[in-house]
């Protein structure tokens, strides 16, 4: 089975410095595709940003980029320029791929509460 | 485009009751999949249904069963109410051909008393 671990309940940033959650998962799986997703207090989640498992490059958007370590089953987060309005709680999550067995339901960490301070 | 509704927004209800929870896809999307947030906590994969077919089952009991419509909207009904079913319960829906990128609805808060 597939689990996905974020170890940091919580972290808080200075408005316009950098931060980095950290996520780790485990899977036998070669095959996958790993999200973090944004849920501020309105409750809606938001995909941040993706990365298919094939691609060696890491995803970057705009000031969102991860650090995908494939042999580690890393997948950390790195927010430039932390700005209010990413005070959020931030999900790591993993999808095998849609064609497997269960492939296409996502599997999500715990959750990091970010604060993002003036 | 409007995006993924769902509702209601919340709804209170008593242990021992029966709850349906409705969601309205993307245009255009023909997957649907449900997922359980019990606060504090990340989502759990209840469902994913897609061209009305059940695709896959999350570790749930049988008093959660799901279906879907030929318009492509989705109902998730929960028999029994526990307190425990207490939870904010997402839709997600995807692209045709079964995209791995699932887009959210704002969810239902669902608090059994």
């Known amino acids: 089975a597939q689990t996905v671990t974020q170890s940091q309940p919580e972290m808080s940033v200075q408005e316009a410095e950098t931060v980095t959650l950290s996520c780790t998962y485990d899977t ?13 207090p309105s409750r809606q989640m938001i995909l941040v940003i993706r990365q298919e498992a094939y691609k060696q ?13 494939k042999a580690a089953k890393s997948f950390s987060l790195k927010i430039s320029d932390s700005q209010l309005g990413d005070t959020a709680m931030y999900f790591c999550a993993f999808m095998k791929h849609v064609l497997s067995n269960q492939g296409g339901k996502l599997i999500f960490g715990q959750g990091t509460e970010l604060s993002v301070k003036p | 485009d409007a995006g993924v509704t769902q509702s209601p927004t919340h709804l209170i209800k008593t242990r021992g009751q029966h709850v349906t929870l409705r969601c309205s896809p993307i245009s255009g999307h023909k997957s649907v999949s449900w997922y359980q947030q019990v606060l504090g906590q990340g989502p759990q ?10 695709r896959g089952r999350g570790n ?33 829906s995807s692209l045709p051909g079964l995209s791995y990128e699932q887009y959210f609805g704002p969810g239902t808060r669902l608090t059994v008393t």
């Open chain 2, 45 to 54: 994969f209840i469902f994913q249904y897609y061209e009305k077919e059940e």
């Open chain 1, 57 to 69: 490059q890491n995803a970057t958007e705009n000031r969102f980029s991860v650090n995908f370590q």
């Open chain 1, 28 to 40: 036998s799986e070669s095959n996958y595709y790993l999200f973090w997703y944004k849920q501020p």
């Open chain 2, 60 to 92: 749930f009991p049988d008093r959660f069963s799901a279906r879907q419509f030929p318009n492509y909207s989705s109902e998730l009904n929960v028999n029994a109410l526990l307190l425990g079913d207490s939870a904010l319960y997402l839709c997600a």
